[in-house]
């Protein structure tokens, strides 16, 4: 997959779960290349959480994708995201969600799109519904009978990571509390994910810190200055009187 077409492959292809990003985190912790680390997943996935009996070897393919696409062998321009959330996963293991989440989002900017669609719908009512994400997705991504199936593999992975809660009607999905991110360094990197998800790796930081696709997180107060001097990998432009554009640097 080259970097053009993960900004229009719907490629999440099965819910996914955040254990399994645990593990993958581990694989390329102990060097495992991109061919062994599948291996490794493989045999993982046999007893792996979030399953009820032992996975197809089409859905382990399809799980390992996602793992090695955020993890192990992630794009080019993806790999300093990865190797800078790892070495703040050393310190804290509490930001495992928040860490899994962006490089998800990077590798697959469908997780973003789906998320984005949500947290637009959470800030105008206490609930969303399947269907309201699906028909706003089939807007950008055309009425492919796949946009629907990967939609809900995404939403049920929400659940399962714990960002929303199934309510009584089903197919009905309310907010969790929010996660504070407290740590100055992921949230400059959270920023860096969305640039990456981002055709044009730019974006007001307004607009960015209000992302909709970060709907299950609470940012710190940030300006452009502050992101400036904790990252050389995003660049801030000063525009108008008081606005400021984020853009990646070309390496």
């Known amino acids: 997959m080259t970097i053009f077409d993960r900004f229009n492959k719907v490629g999440i292809q099965r819910e996914l779960h955040i254990e399994w990003f645990d593990q993958a985190a581990r694989l390329y ?17 046999n007893c792996a959480p979030g399953f009820d009996t032992t996975p197809s070897k089409q859905t382990k393919t399809y799980v390992a994708n996602a793992l090695i696409k955020s993890w192990l062998a992630p794009d080019d321009d993806i790999v300093s995201l990865r190797n800078s959330v790892w070495k703040l996963l050393q310190y804290n293991v509490n930001i495992r969600l928040p860490v899994h989440w962006i490089l998800l989002g990077a590798a697959y900017p469908f997780w973003f799109s789906v998320a984005t669609v949500i947290g637009r719908l959470l800030n105008l ?66 920023l860096e994910s969305a640039l990456l998800a981002t055709p044009e790796s730019k974006g007001a930081l307004g607009m960015l810190l209000n992302n909709p696709a970060f709907f299950p997180f609470q940012f710190p107060v940030m300006t452009g200055d502050f992101i400036s001097q904790r990252s050389d990998r995003i660049e801030v432009i000063r525009y108008g009187l008081d606005d400021e554009l984020l853009k990646l640097k070309v390496k």
């Open 29 to 45: 912790s102990m060097g495992f290349s991109k061919t062994e680390a599948r291996q490794e997943i493989f045999s993982y996935l």
């Open 125 to 190: 009512q206490s609930q969303v519904t399947q269907l309201q994400v699906v028909t706003r997705l089939k807007e950008k991504y055309g009425d492919r009978q796949t946009v629907s199936r990967r939609a809900r593999y995404v939403i049920r992975s929400f659940v399962a990571w714990g960002v929303l809660t199934d309510v009584e009607t089903k197919g009905c999905y309310e907010k969790s509390s929010p996660i504070v991110i407290s740590d100055d360094r992921l949230a400059v990197l959270m």
